[in-house]
Nanobody
Framework: QVQLVESGGGEVQPGGSLRLSCTASGSIFSFSPMYWYRQPPEKQREWVATISRGGSTNYTDSVKGRFTISRDNAKKTGYLHMKSLKPEDTAVYYC?????WGQGTQVTVSS
């Protein structure tokens, strides 16, 4: 079983930036796609971005051009770089690999 630990959340003003990290235990990280999801307050969890084993990326429309997903296989760590943050980006953000979820990290965008 893979353990995932997210970090990097916090509170920022609209227009600000954050970088989320997700570090995995075990040896499967480099062999698996990685996903970021988020759960806004009182809403269902939603997919945000995917990065394949080879580095191909996909994003939900609402974050295209603002968020960048990346990975460092040597460090077993994935990232979500977020810029031009909006209040509607407020959510708990989760990484997901091979059926495993992290504990989530809170991102709050507020003036």
């Amino acid at each position: 079983q893979v353990q995932l630990v997210e970090s990097g959340g916090g509170e920022v003003q609209p227009g600000g930036s954050l970088r989320l990290s997700c570090t995995a235990s075990g040896s499967i990280f480099s062999f698996s796609p990685m996903y970021w999801y988020r759960q806004p307050p009182e809403k269902q969890r939603e997919w945000v971005a995917t990065i394949s084993r080879g580095g191909s990326t996909n994003y939900t429309d609402s974050v295209k051009g603002r968020f960048t997903i990346s990975r460092d296989n040597a460090k077993k760590t994935g990232y979500l770089h977020m810029k031009s943050l909006k209040p509607e980006d407020t959510a708990v953000y989760y990484c997901h690999i091979m059926g495993n979820w992290g504990q989530g990290t809170q991102v709050t965008v507020s003036s």
